[in-house]
């Protein structure tokens, strides 16, 4: 007994290293398992409240750019309107409102916090779980796309960047139809990469990169950024593409969360088939 | 005593507070990212035992944690950084004069020596930080070039605000 509480004493120090250090663990695991957890939910709601706070003052410094912002959106959004469009074919009488039915709905967040400069970027949002922001929704900003949703918590959500090491977006050449994989390198936060385009079609420096519609969480066509570079892997046909982002992530200021109002649909089929391919 | 605890916790305060809302935001090239926060490690007393080093620089990992999406890493990193901070100490610090000097800083340890503890420390800290957040081997390069270049910076940092405040305790 003697013996052993004589070691505890010599090697305490070593001791509470490790306590510490697997109380680290257990947080980053708490946090990599992007499951909601009491703790982390606080931690999210700490600061949360803090960044909103300090948004709320920030934001005046940018009004004058975000106003800018604000009014060429509203031009486009404008020009779409049924109002701005003449009907050309009069001899055909259609029901315009049961013709479509709405697949994507949009909700307006503001970034209260950012980082660009790591080598996994997140974004937080001053809306979560209460405004109806899930898991897995897309987010896109005026000019681009943005990321995906990873955590909530009430009023809060943690978006997981296109400037992340796990973030893969399906995205597709708008001038030549193929696709490809949009993924980030980690070195300049206006660059972005794209793996897995196929060699076989020419592309064009310039050309506009816009999401393929294949995945469940964004809309088809959603701008990503335009063609920089490109060099031709001769060994696996494919081209290797740097893209430069439509969007500033580092002045990122407001955000549209995208609700698929088809996705639990979409996920049943597959999952359908997953469980088919498994008893098969 | 009471002065030194106090002036450790202003000092907490402010790095944390700078760290989060100033150097986080800085994106100078694209990827640097100084870490001032270690400062906090590098400046405790030299009388302060190693286990109280040990939970207050895991104390000042979880609260920059908190405040950024990584929870656990900073924490991580912070409590080794305090791990090797009295080793480093020891190696560097040679015979100083406890009583007319109560923390490490240019005047206290000379010019050399706590050029060469403060680079350990922060190098150290920054290349764990980003090893262990990219957490891959295929990426070395870039992960050395971040560690060094935010090194760099949170050094000159250092020995640029060591300057000032040491200066007239001559």
Redesign the interface.
């Known amino acids: 007994m003697e013996n052993l509480l004589r070691f505890l004493k010599r090697y305490?120090?070593v001791f509470?290293?490790f306590l510490?250090?697997g109380?680290?663990?257990?947080?980053?695991?708490?946090?990599e398992s992007r499951q909601s957890s009491w703790l982390?939910s606080i931690?999210n709601n700490?600061?949360g409240t803090?960044?909103s706070g300090?948004e709320n003052i920030n934001s005046y410094f940018y009004l004058k750019s975000k106003n800018e912002a604000l009014v060429k959106e509203n031009k486009a959004l404008r020009q779409q309107l049924k109002t701005s469009y003449v009907r050309i074919v009069n001899n055909i009488h259609q029901e315009d409102d049961t013709i479509y039915k709405q697949r994507f709905s949009f909700l307006d967040a503001k970034v209260i916090?950012k980082?660009?400069?790591?080598?996994?970027n997140?974004f937080?949002l001053d809306k979560g779980a209460e405004s109806g922001i899930e898991k897995d929704m897309g987010v896109i900003a005026p000019n681009g796309v943005v990321g995906v949703v990873v955590k909530t918590t009430q009023n809060f959500a943690?978006v997981m960047s296109v400037l992340h090491?796990d973030s893969k977006l399906n995205v597709r050449n708008e001038r030549t139809k193929t696709t490809g994989t949009l993924v980030w390198?980690?070195?300049?936060?206006?660059i972005g990469q794209i793996i897995d385009m196929p060699a076989s079609i020419l592309i064009k420096k310039g050309d506009t990169i816009v999401t393929s519609g294949f995945s469940r969480d964004f809309p088809e066509g959603i701008v990503i950024g335009t063609v920089k570079d490109f060099v031709k892997d001769s060994g696996t046909g494919f081209y290797k593409v740097n893209v430069k982002f439509a969007v500033d992530y580092?002045k990122l200021e407001n955000v549209y969360v995208i609700k698929n109002f088809f996705k639990i649909e979409q996920d049943k089929l597959l999952e359908d088939i997953q469980n088919q391919e498994e008893t098969l | 005593m009471i002065k030194d605890i106090l002036v450790s916790l202003f000092h907490f305060i402010i790095l944390v507070f700078c760290q989060i809302?100033l150097l986080?935001n800085?994106?100078f090239l694209?990827?640097?990212?100084p870490m001032l926060y270690v400062w906090f490690i590098i400046l405790l007393p030299f009388a302060t035992p190693?286990?109280l080093v040990?939970?207050l620089s895991?104390i000042l990992?979880?609260s920059v944690?908190?405040?950024?999406?990584?929870?656990?890493?900073n924490?991580?990193i912070c409590?080794?950084t305090g791990?090797i901070r009295p080793m480093l100490l020891n190696f560097f610090s040679g015979n100083v004069d406890n009583v007319t000097h109560t923390r490490p800083s240019s005047v206290s340890l000379g010019v050399k020596n706590f050029l060469l503890f403060t680079s350990s420390v922060v190098l150290i800290h920054h290349f764990l930080y980003?090893f262990i957040?990219?957490f891959?081997f295929n990426?070395i390069l870039?992960i050395l070039l971040?560690s060094v270049l935010s090194s760099v910076v949170t050094i000159g940092l250092i020995i640029l605000l060591d300057m000032v405040f040491f200066k007239k305790n001559e």
């Open positions: 305490y120090f509470l290293f510490l250090e109380i680290s663990v257990y947080l980053i695991s708490l946090n982390i931690a700490i600061s803090f960044y300090f916090s980082t660009v400069n790591k080598r996994n997140f937080m943690l090491q390198n980690g070195y300049s936060y206006g580092n | 809302f986080n800085i994106y694209g990827f640097i990212n190693n286990w040990l939970i895991f990992g979880v944690d908190i405040f950024s999406a990584d929870a656990g890493f924490a991580f409590t080794l791990f980003f957040s990219a891959s990426e870039q971040r």
